[in-house]
């Protein structure tokens, strides 16, 4: 099993560019999240999804949208980038009755210029 | 205020040493507390969970306080592979995880 996939590893945008984030687990599990880690704030919660064709706003969604067409797959989408959406992107899935063992990508760094 | 608080360190300590961290949680009906390790530029991974009743694990120790809303992370025998960060971890009642900032630990030869 290779678990919690990310694509691509590392991204290096221009302000107002877009962009997708692919997140692809193998576990069946029904949870998916994505999070943002910035230095001195830990780990935020942008958006997450209980089930396939469902998602939900977390703390810091504003600039980014998600889609779950596929329950292996969780889509995180930036329309016009901006430096501030600098960071690392982690992506968690879990099965609901494990909630707290969130299994983690091995992260996206993006860089907005 | 912050779902979770912890106190960023750094911690250096030698080899075997006894090390503790603890963290606050604001929300008194969260359900249930853990610990997750992150190292360097990986994802977090978790460690342990942390029950009233406390949890052993090794060389890790975590306690939980309800009334003072606090958990604390203990790891006796320091080795220099547990240098990492820990992040507390709170579930307050819904779908989702809380995270907190995270406490860098690092073991000195």
């Known amino acids: 099993n290779a678990g919690v996939t990310q694509t691509p590893k590392f991204r290096v945008l221009k302000t107002g560019q877009s962009m997708t984030l692919l997140c692809a687990q193998d576990m069946n599990h029904e949870y998916m999240y994505w999070y943002r880690q910035d230095p001195g704030m830990g780990l935020r919660l942008i958006h997450y999804s209980v089930g396939e064709g469902t998602t939900a706003k977390g703390e810091v969604p504003d600039g980014y949208n998600v889609s779950r067409l596929k329950k292996q797959n969780f889509l995180l989408g930036l329309e016009s980038a901006a430096p501030s959406q600098t960071s690392v992107y982690f992506c968690?899935?879990?099965?609901?009755?494990?909630?707290?063992?969130?299994?983690f990508g091995p992260g996206t760094r993006l860089t907005v210029t | 205020r912050k779902e979770v608080e912890q106190d960023p360190g750094p911690f250096n300590v030698p080899e075997g040493a006894t090390v503790a961290f603890n963290c606050t949680y604001s929300n008194s009906a969260s359900q249930s507390f853990f610990w997750y390790r992150q190292d360097c530029r990986k994802e977090p991974k978790l460690l342990m969970s942390v029950y009233s009743s406390g949890n052993e694990d090794g060389r890790f120790t975590a306690q939980l306080n309800r009334a003072s809303q606090y958990i604390s992370l203990l790891i006796r025998d320091s080795k220099l592979s547990d240098s990492a960060t820990y992040l507390c971890v709170v579930n307050p009642g819904a779908n989702n995880l809380f995270f907190g900032t995270g406490t860098r630990l690092t073991v000195i030869p």
């Open positions: 968690a899935s879990t099965a609901p009755s494990g909630i707290y063992e969130q299994y």
